[in-house]
């Protein structure tokens, strides 16, 4: 079964309009969860992180927020897209391990295509 | 900063042949945890390998890095191509009690017959 779910799989939306993104983690408990974005082509760049619920700390700023309103759901969103936000979404999901070398397993991911 | 270097673009060898793909980083911290991840087609990234203590070889899969701090590397190699080692590379960095992770580019390794 798997762990990690991402929803929606592919969205396409209008300039200036709300997104939502959503990852939900399932049979770990207390994971520290990430967002990431992948432009066409690009590398993984950070958005944010969160290792506790209702904590979440900003990597970069990208017109975007997160938040984390259960111990295995993060969400992604903005009130106002822009075009520069298409591109791959992808929730990744780390138990604490030793010395910071926790693997991250990464999600499905969510393609998201402005217009 | 903290940054990732990685060989740049696409790196296309035959089937049999050695692989060397290129990571350097910079941080001030003296303690950074260094992971090469691989992507395929249309998949997700997943761990490949990780290492955090110096001049040690880590292997996975065929693969093997070894950490230099002395040179701020951890490059990727393989001893033999093989056509499904065709994918995209990314090196990362973390800093230990840190929860940042800084990606390089990428590159893109195509093995052909």
């Known amino acids: 079964a798997q762990t990690i779910h991402q929803w929606p799989v592919a969205e396409i939306k209008a300039v200036g309009s709300p997104l939502s993104l959503g990852c939900t983690i399932k049979g770990k408990s207390s994971p520290n969860l990430y967002w990431y974005w992948q432009a066409t082509g690009g590398t993984l760049q950070q958005l944010f992180y969160s290792i506790t619920v209702g904590q979440v700390e900003s990597v970069v700023q990208l017109n975007l927020s997160a938040s984390r309103p259960k111990d295995d759901q993060f969400i992604l969103s903005t009130e106002k897209l822009l075009l520069s936000h298409s591109g791959f979404y992808l929730c990744?999901?780390?138990?604490?391990?030793?010395?910071?070398?926790?693997?991250?397993?990464f999600g499905p991911g969510t393609r998201l295509l402005v217009l | 900063g903290d940054s990732v270097t990685q060989t740049e673009g696409l790196v296309t060898l035959t089937e049999g042949l050695p692989v060397m793909l290129n990571c350097t980083y910079q941080?001030?911290?003296?303690?950074?945890?260094l992971f090469w991840y691989v992507q395929h087609l249309n998949e997700s990234p997943r761990l490949l390998l990780k290492?955090?203590?110096?001049?040690k070889r880590t292997e996975h899969q065929g693969f093997h890095a070894t950490l230099h701090k002395s040179s701020s590397s951890f490059h990727l190699q393989k001893s033999s191509a093989q056509l499904s080692d065709s994918a995209l590379y990314y090196c990362?960095?973390?800093?230990?009690?840190?929860?940042?992770?800084?990606f390089g580019a990428g590159t893109r390794l195509k093995v052909i017959a």
């Open positions: 990744a999901w780390s138990l604490p391990g030793t010395g910071g070398g926790d693997t991250q397993y």
């Open positions: 990362a960095l973390r800093i230990t009690g840190n929860y940042k992770y800084v």
């Open positions: 290492s955090f203590t110096d001049n």
């Open positions: 941080t001030i911290y003296s303690n950074p945890f």
